[in-house]
């Protein structure tokens, strides 16, 4: 006599089911799945499966059906100065250093305090949050005032504790600048989309005995150093004229060089400071377009990536940029690097968005928690039609993101699960308020 069979479990009870045309989970790397389903439950991502075995296994509160759309993590913003939206498009056309000394540096001096800094991020959060983008790494003053408007926004966001050696109306020294961003970093301790690096602002703005400060306190911490590094020729020629040296070699003998270094630009490179970089583990952050406006230059990116050094990319503010738009940095980042190096082989679609996502999240030391589709992470999604006629016909989903889509065929944005954007429209704050935000600091800096 046959036992009775065991009665089949009951489907478990989730948040959302998410079922796109296709779904590019960044980890396992080069893969486009079709046929599967993302299933989040209390802000994390519980499963990623066949859409038959999903529809077996779980109960949907809400299931998005999302055809002809892709699915991916959300993009990870590695460098930006997000108050400087304020400042988009004022100080075009100009070299870095003039760019700094003559508009940039007495606009901050007469205008840049909270209130502008609070009002600057609300823009630029929208804006990210528009295209896609559901992290960013932040370098500003008042980053109390910066993590207060990214969490009116919903986003995740890291903020960075500046350091320079000059005083502004936010601080006096670098000592002042230091207690006053730590000091931020404990008052958003318990906010779960906050964390802070070290950022110290460049080598030609920060002294030795700072950033051997700096070096002690990331390692005491266990956090990121953000840094402006090898950004143009100009900075290179002074600091061998100040320091006898170039400015790597300098941060080297300073103990700023591992894991923790993030280092921002990382245009002019010689060969054995790649090598230098990829032996120390550091990470890069590449904001081609920011370069390119600047007149900076192109940055050896293939030969960045054959060393194995890790980069993600960043959209630097929209004062150089002038938009933060990943899907811009994503094709510029493709072409340049094929270029410069004469390869149409290298930087290939499935590493731009690798870089995107992933390479972001681990130079920030947050790949155990967001950058990929794995079940575990948070759910920070993102979503992105390929079935309008314009970007018609689609062969591979992976390299239409790269080079024929753009943030305006972003649809739904998501933070740890929540809905922040859907159908150009971010969720969390008025586009009124957005605008009457712009003309009013727009009035301030014109008048």
């Known amino acids: 006599m046959n036992s009775?069979?065991?009665?089949?479990?009951?489907?478990?009870?989730?948040?959302?089911?998410?079922?796109?045309?296709?779904?590019?989970?960044?980890?396992p790397a080069g893969v486009t799945l079709s046929g599967h389903a993302l299933a989040v439950n209390n802000g994390e991502i519980l499963a990623l499966l066949p859409v038959g075995e999903t529809l077996q296994r779980f109960q949907p509160r809400q299931t998005l059906n999302l055809p002809g759309q892709v699915l991916l993590p959300g993009l990870v913003n590695l460098h930006t100065h997000a108050a400087m939206s304020l400042l988009r498009g004022y100080a075009d056309d100009l070299p870095l250093m003039r760019w700094l000394s003559e508009r940039v540096w007495p606009a901050e001096?007469?205008?840049?305090?909270?209130?502008?800094?609070?009002?600057?991020?609300?823009?630029?959060?929208?804006?990210?949050?528009?295209?896609?983008?559901?992290?960013?790494?932040?370098?500003?003053?008042?980053?109390?005032?910066?993590?207060?408007?990214?969490?009116?926004?919903?986003?995740?966001?890291?903020?960075?504790?500046?350091?320079?050696?000059?005083?502004?109306?936010?601080?006096?020294?670098?000592?002042?600048?230091?207690?006053?961003?730590?000091?931020?970093?404990?008052?958003?301790?318990?906010?779960?989309?906050?964390?802070?690096?070290?950022?110290?602002?460049?080598?030609?703005?920060?002294?030795?005995?700072?950033?051997?400060?700096?070096?002690?306190?990331?390692?005491?911490?266990?956090?990121?150093?953000?840094?402006?590094?090898?950004?143009?020729?100009?900075?290179?020629?002074?600091?061998?004229?100040?320091?006898?040296?170039?400015?790597?070699?300098?941060?080297?003998?300073?103990?700023?060089?591992?894991?923790?270094l993030i280092a921002v630009h990382a245009v002019h490179l010689e060969a054995e400071e790649i090598d230098l970089l990829a032996h120390e583990g550091c990470h890069l952050a590449h904001c081609p377009t920011s370069n390119l406006k600047l007149g900076s230059g192109i940055a050896p990116m293939a030969v960045i990536q054959a060393h194995g050094v890790n980069f993600g990319l960043g959209t630097d503010g929209a004062a150089s940029n002038n938009r933060l738009d990943l899907f811009q940095e994503m094709r510029h980042a493709a072409l340049l690097g094929k270029g410069k190096s004469e390869n149409a082989e290298v930087l290939d679609a499935h590493a731009i968005l690798q870089a995107a996502t992933l390479g972001g999240a681990r130079a920030l030391g947050l790949d155990e928690r967001i950058g990929s589709l794995r079940p575990g992470k948070a759910a920070d999604l993102c979503a992105v039609r390929l079935d309008e006629w314009q970007v018609q016909p689609c062969y591979d989903p992976a390299s239409h993101l790269v080079y024929v889509a753009g943030r305006e065929q972003v649809t739904h944005t998501w933070v740890a699960g929540n809905l922040v954007m859907h159908n150009g429209v971010p969720l969390q704050i008025k586009v009124s308020e957005l605008l009457d935000i712009a003309g009013l600091w727009h009035n301030r800096l014109t008048s």
């Open 109 to 260: 001096a007469k205008h840049a305090g909270a209130e502008f800094v609070r009002a600057g991020t609300l823009l630029a959060c929208a804006e990210m949050l528009r295209g896609g983008i559901t992290t960013f790494n932040d370098m500003y003053f008042y980053p109390d005032a910066a993590a207060a408007a990214a969490r009116q926004t919903g986003m995740r966001a890291v903020l960075g504790v500046v350091v320079i050696e000059f005083p502004t109306a936010y601080a006096v020294d670098a000592g002042d600048y230091l207690a006053r961003g730590l000091a931020a970093r404990d008052a958003f301790a318990d906010d779960p989309l906050a964390s802070f690096c070290l950022a110290p602002h460049a080598p030609y703005t920060v002294a030795d005995k700072t950033f051997t400060q700096i070096a002690t306190l990331a390692a005491q911490l266990e956090i990121p150093i953000h840094v402006h590094l090898h950004e143009t020729r100009h900075e290179i020629e002074e600091s061998i004229k100040q320091h006898g040296m170039r400015p790597i070699e300098r941060l080297r003998r300073l103990g700023m060089l591992g894991p923790q």
């Open 4 to 27: 009775p069979s065991a009665p089949a479990s009951a489907p478990t009870d989730i948040d959302l089911l998410i079922q796109p045309e296709w779904i590019i989970p960044i980890e």
